[in-house]
T-cell receptor, first 108, second 112 residues
Framework: KNEVEQSPQNLTAQEGEFITINCSYS?????LHWLQQHPGGGIVSLFM???GKKKHGRLIATINIQEKHSSLHITASHPRDSAVYIC??????????FGAGTRLTVKP | DSGVTQTPKHLITATGQRVTLRCSPR?????VYWYQQSLDQGLQFLIQ???????AKGNILERFSAQQFPDLHSELNLSSLELGDSALYFC???????????FGSGTRLTVV
């Protein structure tokens, strides 16, 4: 069993829809990251969280340390948001562990 | 341009060979991380260096090694290459891992 589980694996939405991607982890962590990988392969770090909530533009990330769960929300989704979203955690041994990613397709 | 530079962008080499991938971190970042992304394994953490010293080790094979130089650039050496080593290799940097990461655009390695 992967220590970092993401859901859903694939997600198709219509432009303008509100999107939620979930991440659950089973190890103790010092931080959780949300990454975005575009079709060309490039990776962008969206958020790093250790508690609470962060917002950047239309993106919101939350984390519940007690429940070992994080969510990434996209408001007013747009086709350019189409990408793979990866949850990654930094465990207490300083190792990074990655979820399998959620492939998001936003249709116009 | 993210500020993290990886070279080369593409590399094709034969099995059994050795290659060196290079990463220049964003100015001011002391930490460098190496990741491997293959089709079947997803994104995997290989190794982290902080200010020249190894800080954390992930799923890095013994055939692979890395180092960070005094000017903070890092090199990932892959030897005795196998077909299964074909992957995207990413480098990322951060100040101390405290403020998020900046990823390079990756090196696509193809072993034939």
């Amino acid at each position: 069993k992967n220590e970092v589980e993401q859901s859903p694996q694939n997600l198709t939405a219509q432009e303008g829809e509100f999107i939620t991607i979930n991440c659950s982890y089973s190890v103790g962590i010092s931080a959780l990251h949300w990454l975005q990988q575009h079709p060309g392969g490039g990776i962008v770090s969206l958020f790093m969280l250790s508690s609470g909530k962060k917002k950047h533009g239309r993106l919101i990330a939350t984390i519940n340390i007690q429940e070992k769960h994080s969510s990434l929300h996209i408001t007013a989704s747009h086709p350019r948001d189409s990408a793979v979203y990866i949850c990654a955690v930094r465990d207490n041994n300083n190792d990074m562990r990655f979820g399998a990613g959620t492939r998001l397709t936003v249709k116009p | 341009d993210s500020g993290v530079t990886q070279t080369p962008k593409h590399l094709i080499t034969a099995t059994g060979q050795r290659v060196t991938l290079r990463c220049s971190p964003r100015s001011g970042d002391l930490s460098v991380y190496w990741y491997q992304q293959s089709l079947d394994q997803g994104l995997q953490f290989l190794i982290q260096y902080y200010n020249g010293e190894e800080r954390a080790k992930g799923n890095i094979l013994e055939r692979f090694s890395a180092q960070q130089f005094p000017d903070l650039h890092s090199e990932l050496n892959l030897s005795s290459l196998e077909l299964g080593d074909s992957a995207l290799y990413f480098c990322a940097s951060s100040v101390q891992g405290l403020y998020g990461y900046t990823f390079g655009s990756g090196t696509r390695l193809t072993v034939v």
